[in-house]
């Protein structure tokens, strides 16, 4: 069903990801093809509340591709959770005669998109964009790819530092709720464990695998650990380590925000490119209310409620393959 699309909006909200900027590129210059017009969202929902919208050209959006970040920038905005804040909002889209709105971000940005359709009639659609690739409805989320990447590279880097001084590294990375970062980079660099939100394992777990590398003269070790794990703060995690092995020298790596940074990856450039044309033509097919997602190097569309609401689950037998690779 063909709908008439006339302007669009288009945000990035929540934390940044590398390839957000390649989505936005996507979704101006298809709109634009067909005839649309584009406005950017500044700082995200807060810029909508606030009035800062520019119309967008070809021009506005040349030379980003490989830009990590986002030029839209991005901004968490606690009025947009409250209905006043909402109105304000849709009001500067409808008095710009927006038809529609593409947000570019996670979970939360989502949940906030679907209320301001609900609640003011205005078409929308999710594209995933988050380094934590914890979206349902979708293979990867732009973002992931990169961010796993700058992982590896930094964790490469600390093995050689750690194999010269037979030192045991903890590299926290992001993953507060889910361990996909940890997981993937974890089996991806050889990492004797790997420490994740999703697993309840206890000190007796993570000691009984040491014992184990020390029986095996495994003189460096290298351990993923998520921010969001169950076992506390990776500090108080090396320090119950050295405790327990005083003859263990242990070092902690927080990479942080690096694995926001940097220019994306070819997969990243490609999936934001593809889904920013298929958001597009979504929303002139009639689509709303909906995320556009990668399944089987398939382009689908799921309901934002399930994108929200479902959960996707870490391949537990990628976890026993990198368990097993460590030994």
Do not use: C, W
Not at 88 to 94: C, P, Q, R, S
């Amino acid at each position: 069903m063909s709908v008439e699309i006339n302007n669009i909006a288009i945000l990035t909200s929540g934390g940044d990801a590398p390839g957000m900027n390649a989505a936005i590129r996507a979704v101006t210059r298809t709109a634009l093809y067909h005839g649309k017009k584009v406005f950017g969202v500044y700082r995200g929902y807060e810029g909508m509340i606030e009035d800062d919208l520019l119309e967008l050209s070809t021009a506005h959006v040349k030379n980003i591709l490989a830009q990590g970040g986002t030029f839209l920038k991005s901004a968490r905005s606690k009025e947009f959770r409250t209905h006043d804040g909402r109105a304000k909002a849709a009001a500067n889209l409808k008095k710009r005669n927006i038809d529609a709105l593409v947000v570019i971000g996670g979970d939360g940005s989502f949940t906030g998109a679907l209320k301001l359709a609900d609640e003011h009639n205005i078409r929308v659609i999710g594209v995933p964009g988050t380094i934590d690739n914890d979206l349902f409805g979708t293979d990867y989320t732009i973002g992931y790819d990169t961010a796993t990447n700058t992982v590896i590279e930094s964790v490469d880097k600390i093995r050689d530092t750690a194999s010269s001084h037979n030192r045991l590294f903890l590299v926290e990375v992001m993953g507060r709720d889910t361990g996909y970062i940890a997981a993937s980079t974890g089996l991806a660099t050889g990492a004797l464990g790997i420490i994740l939100p999703e697993q309840k394992i206890t000190f007796d777990d993570l000691f009984r695998d040491l014992r184990n590398a020390q029986a095996n003269k495994k003189t460096s070790n290298i351990i993923m650990v998520a921010e969001g794990n169950h076992l506390g703060d990776v500090f108080d995690i090396s320090l119950a380590i050295k405790k327990e092995f005083p003859s263990i020298d242990v070092k902690v790596t927080t990479l942080g925000h690096t694995q926001r940074g940097g220019s994306p990856s070819t997969n990243d450039r490609v999936l934001a490119s593809v889904l920013g044309y298929y958001a597009i033509k979504g929303l002139m097919n009639g689509e709303e209310k909906v995320m556009v997602g990668m399944i089987n190097q398939k382009v689908v569309y799921i309901p934002l409620s399930e994108a929200i609401s479902k959960t996707t689950n870490l391949d537990e037998e990628m976890l026993t393959i990198a368990k097993i690779l460590a030994t």
